[in-house]
């Protein structure tokens, strides 16, 4: 007997109402207009930000001094970034690899100064290696028995293929906390049979932010050291190529953008967990496996109903977006995921999120992960010995995705992600 799927009987429109619209993201046109020569009158001011950024050691210091002078210049509004067929002799040099391998690993290596503790009002400086995610947690439930973890993302044009195995001790760290608060502020929530409720997810989803934040910083940083240098130009006319030059400066305009956004979702958890604010609508899936974590601030550009937000390629204003970090409950895995009560977009994209079927969560929740987190960590013993090769596509699809705008869902969910419930923490 032939079994007919009930989306047989459904129009088009509902079911592509059923289809999260990030999962065909890179076949949407947002049809931004702009005027070329905006975007060259951009380049000089932009060069003028790295140039004054560069001698400047704290990243935070640096970004900040970013975002004002990109603001005191009035650079331009628009994020698009110059595209054009001559670049790929460019994209190709060995050289400019090089130039972008080394801001990835910038992003991952420690300050070269001390900087602050990330509490409010703390007056001492962070250790070296505050994790961002559970050490003895998820990180823990993802070790092989030597300890060793993978990290994916961290170096993209390596030989190695953007993996680094790396030991828990050292996954997810960042400069973030004095040793006081480091011991202290967390506890109530790593503790084993902690509540997923809205004080421990809040508290865990600041932490994750502050990590990104940092890594934002470092980057603005990275690209303006990148941009203010003479070796991109160099290799640029020797390509007979400007266009990639321009790009770059733009890729600097779209870091500036990216930490904005991480510094203000830092500031609305600050109150969150430190003023017992409730601006946030928090959900959480709980998964029965998961073979990896990450966190992460996701930009939402694009609704349900396929309609582009106002604020698309917008660089003053900030488009809605979510936030998330995944955590160990109970022995299961969590994607703790938040919005801004006030942000009427998102939350309406989170409340039909939580609408879907186990089913379809298992083959979204990785495209949020995988490509809403710049640096995965991941089951060796999975990707070694259980791991499909349509996992291994899913995953490597990823490594060059800079947001969530995969289209692997369409394949459905990876063999090693199966996702229980979902519910919301404080609705």
């Known amino acids: 007997m032939q079994i007919i799927s009930p989306n047989a009987f459904k129009k088009p429109k509902e079911i592509e109402r059923m289809i999260p619209p990030t999962l065909d993201y890179g076949h949407i046109k947002f049809n931004v207009r702009f ?17 004054q950024i560069e001698d400047i050691l704290d990243p935070y210091e640096a970004a900040n001094e970013a975002v004002r002078l990109a603001k005191q210049n009035r650079i331009g509004r628009h994020l698009a970034e110059l595209q054009d067929d001559i670049q790929e002799r460019t994209v190709k040099d060995k050289r400019f690899l090089g130039l972008e391998q080394k801001i990835a690993i910038s992003v991952e290596k420690p300050a070269p100064v001390d900087l602050p503790c990330c509490k ?29 973890i993978l990290q994916t993302k961290i170096t993209p044009f390596s030989s190695s293929g953007g993996m680094k195995d790396l030991g828990v001790r050292y996954a997810s760290v960042f ?59 160099a290799i640029s006319s020797e390509n007979e190529d400007p266009f990639t030059a321009f790009a770059t400066a733009f890729n600097l305009k779209t870091s500036i953008y990216s930490y904005k956004m991480s510094d203000k979702w830092v500031s609305i958890l600050d109150d969150q967990v430190w003023s017992s604010a409730s601006e946030l609508s928090i959900a959480s899936i709980e998964l029965k496996k998961l073979p990896f974590a990450g966190c992460g601030a996701i930009p939402i550009p694009i609704d349900f109903d396929r309609i582009t937000h106002p604020n698309v390629g917008n660089f003053h204003s900030t488009l809605p977006s979510l936030v998330f970090t995944t955590v160990l409950k109970e022995g299961r895995p969590h994607i703790i995921l938040a919005c ?29 992960i995988l490509g809403g987190s710049d640096t995965v960590f991941l089951s060796k013993r999975y990707w070694d010995h259980e791991s499909t090769e349509r996992d291994r596509c899913i995953l490597k699809h990823s490594q060059f995705m800079a947001s969530p705008q995969m289209v692997f869902p369409f394949w459905g969910a990876p063999d090693g992600v199966s996702v229980q419930r979902a519910f919301w923490v404080n609705e």
């Open 340 to 368: 801004r009560r006030g942000d009427r977009w998102s939350r309406n994209f989170l409340k039909r999120l939580m609408r879907m079927d186990c089913e379809l969560l298992a083959a979204y929740i990785p495209q949020i």
């Open 120 to 148: 409010p009002d703390c007056p001492e400086f962070a250790i070296k290696n505050s994790h961002s995610l559970q050490k003895n947690g998820i990180l823990a439930s993802l070790a092989d028995e030597n300890g060793r």
């Open 35 to 51: 005027d070329p020569k905006v975007l060259f009158r951009d380049f000089k001011p932009l060069m003028g930000v790295a140039n």
């Open 175 to 233: 400069p973030g906390y004095c040793k006081a608060c480091e011991q202290s502020i967390f506890s109530r929530a790593e503790i084993l049979n902690a509540e997923v409720d809205k004080e421990n997810t809040a508290l865990l989803l600041w932490r994750a932010l502050c990590y990104i934040r940092y890594r934002r910083a470092q980057e603005v940083k990275a690209r303006g050291m990148m941009v203010s240098k003479p070796e991109m130009y």
